[in-house]
């Protein structure tokens, strides 16, 4: 259905960290390049992450992914930085964005 289709394409059009199924975090925000992301907040809390993980991307604006490590940061200012346990980060966008 149209409404449905709508539904996915929002929820789809986010910055997305994933690590697995059960792990991944969905940003309102944007990725400009394929390792780094900019957000304003986490939009999903993963089941599988721990609290310190999530308190620290939740206190953090932008996030860079590293070989081995996902490096955190809010204002420019390192905050933290987390294993990257073969995270990668999902960039997609809406037909709109593509069009622009």
Known sequence: SPSYAEHLERR???PVL???PLKFVVFAGRCPTPAACSY???LSRPWQMDAAAVAQLQQ???LLLGQDSITTLKGGIITGRLPRQGAVLLNF????ELDG
Do not use: H, I, N
């Not at 966008?93 to 709109?96: E, K, R």
């Open 12 to 14: 789809l059009a986010r």
């Open 18 to 20: 994933y690590f697995s």
């Open 40 to 42: 304003t907040a986490m």
């Open 60 to 62: 953090s604006d932008l």
């Open 93 to 96: 966008v809406s037909p709109g």
